[in-house]
């Protein structure tokens, strides 16, 4: 999956420091609608959700997949970016586990791509070393070393 974000220009590996987790979503949404797979409305949608129910996005600590619903307004296609931030941004102040410096956005069509996308992302965040190893990615080469250390 890894080599999914290279091969079609979905990663952003960013030097920016967002300080509030919306403008962490806006930059992690970047990629996306570069690719043309989401507009401004789909992020105001993921930034909605977010602020009516809670940081469900932090799935564990240290990652976020920011998503909304399938039929969401704004979404033009199908696909996942990875975003790594230089630093941690807090989701909850009161709450250090709710913080995200990897950011996976998803965008589907339809209900059931967004399911698989899902627990696709799920099964290679669970393999081992590979959040942590991904948190230490500053730069291409840096990415490149952990794909090809988990033979992605």
């Not at 970016?81 to 807090?90: D, H, K, Q, W, Y």
């Not at 998803?106 to 290679?124: E, F, G, P, Q």
């Amino acid at each position: 999956m890894l080599r999914y974000f290279l091969e079609n220009n979905l990663l952003n590996i960013t030097d920016e420091h967002p300080e509030t987790w919306e403008e962490a979503i806006r930059v992690a949404g970047k990629v996306m609608k570069q690719d043309k797979l989401v507009t401004d409305d789909y992020i105001d949608s993921v930034i909605a959700d977010v602020k009516k129910y809670g940081p469900y996005i932090v799935i564990v600590p240290g990652v976020a997949m920011p998503h909304s619903k399938a039929d969401s307004e704004g979404v033009l296609g199908t696909g996942i970016g990875l975003t790594i931030l230089p630093e941690p941004v807090s989701f909850d102040e009161s709450d250090p586990d709710k913080s995200a410096k990897l950011f996976f956005m998803l965008a589907a069509k339809d209900n059931n791509t967004h399911v698989k996308n899902i627990a696709h992302l799920s099964d290679m965040l669970m393999e081992d070393n590979m959040i942590d190893d991904l948190s230490k990615v500053k730069n291409l080469d840096d990415y490149k070393a952990v794909m090809k250390k988990h033979n992605m």
